[in-house]
């Protein structure tokens, strides 16, 4: 493990950056958001290629509202009306997505300087999120430690809390598996692992709380299909997300290592696997990426130049009493890990 000062903050505080290196592969994380800044993976001809948005510096990271790269908490995704009630007490969030709360607040843990420690193969990631912070009840740990080995990437996430509270962890890398900056993704082949997703009332991105079956929708990717095919296709929660923004149930037993999705660049032959123990994935296909400023060697990021697959709890789960649960009660541990594997496809 290499760490470095990567830069500082606007309020003058250090950011390092921590560089993992499994001999094929190679990435770069920084303790400003717990972000996922740069991984190198090699395509068909075997030349590495930076598969993930990213920004050169901490400036970069603090003049953009899109999560890109970060670990995103307490509660990843979209709570209604910025609120929810355990047992009868309510707590009032943070509202940033109109009326409703979005990835933790106003200051998530994507804003967070995260503590770094070297682990065999690794980093973890450590933070302290306070009673109350964002309106969230308990005193939150959070651990999450990234795991470079051959061309797999691993990411595990630990939480504990003192009270009752609600949780869900992910990382918002957006990949474009056509190298970052080298434009759209919709030449890409996706697939997901699920029979069933979560439809949204309306722009706001809510669920209506059904958990529906994908069967003879655009929302069928059990098999590949390239995104262009059917992201403009004429249905009602396509046009409500301005392409895929959707959470999908993924197939199998939540708390098992499963597969969730696959994705390939026909053009560098660059295939992304990621299996997960969590119970839904988010497949969004950077639909508001306009406006955000020039990443990586000053690459353009517009509408759908990358893609993400978060792995969490349904959005909105604490309104959602058919949802699978994501309270988090003390001397609990909540933990779950994802794994990005990368491949070529010859
Ligand atoms: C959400 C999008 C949102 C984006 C933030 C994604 O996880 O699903 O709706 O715009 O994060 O840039």
Redesign the pocket.
């Known amino acids: 493990m290499q760490k470095t000062i990567f830069g500082y903050t606007h309020d003058g505080r250090a950011v390092h950056r921590i560089v993992l290196n499994s001999g094929t592969a190679r990435c770069g994380i920084l303790t400003y958001g717990g972000a996922l800044q740069f991984l190198e993976v090699p395509d068909r001809n075997g030349d590495m290629t930076d598969v993930v948005l990213g920004f050169d510096t901490v400036e970069g990271y603090q003049s953009q ?3 890109i790269g970060a670990i ?1 908490g307490r509660y ?3 709570i209604g009306d910025s609120g929810f009630s355990i047992h009868g007490t309510k707590f009032s969030l943070f509202s940033n ?1 109109g009326p409703d709360h ?2 933790g607040g106003k200051n998530g843990f994507d804003k967070k300087i995260w503590r770094a420690e070297e682990v065999p193969g690794g980093v973890r990631l450590t933070l302290e999120s306070p009673h109350m912070e964002e309106g969230y009840p308990g005193n939150l740990k959070a651990d999450v430690t990234y795991i470079l080995y051959g061309n797999e990437l691993a990411i595990k996430f630990e939480a504990v809390s003192d009270r009752e509270t609600v949780c869900s962890l992910t990382n ?1 890398a957006y990949f474009n598996l056509g190298g970052q900056g080298s434009g759209t993704i919709e030449n890409h082949l996706i697939r997901l692992n699920a029979s069933r997703y979560t439809p949204v009332k309306d722009e706001r ?1 809510i669920p209506t709380g059904e958990i529906a079956r994908v069967d003879g929708t655009p929302m069928d990717l059990r098999r590949p299909v390239h995104i262009s095919q059917n992201i403009e296709k004429d249905f009602d929660q396509l046009k409500y ?1 301005g392409g895929f ?1 959707h959470n999908w149930v993924i197939d199998g037993q939540p708390g098992e290592l499963r597969p969730a999705a696959e994705a390939v660049d026909p053009d560098t032959g660059i295939l992304l696997a990621v299996d997960t123990t969590l119970p839904g994935i ?1 497949f ?1 296909t950077g ?3 306009d406006g955000c400023p020039p990443g990586k060697g000053g690459a353009v990021y517009g509408n759908r130049h990358a893609f ?1 697959l ?1 792995t969490q709890f349904y ?1 909105d789960s604490p309104n959602q009493p058919d949802f699978p649960s994501a309270v988090l009660s003390p001397g609990e541990v909540w933990s779950h890990t994802t794994v990005m594997k990368f491949g070529v496809e010859k």
């Open positions: 509202d899109k999560y995103i990843a995704n979209r997505s979005l990835h918002h991105c997300g923004d988010q969004y639909n508001h990426l993400c978060e959005p």
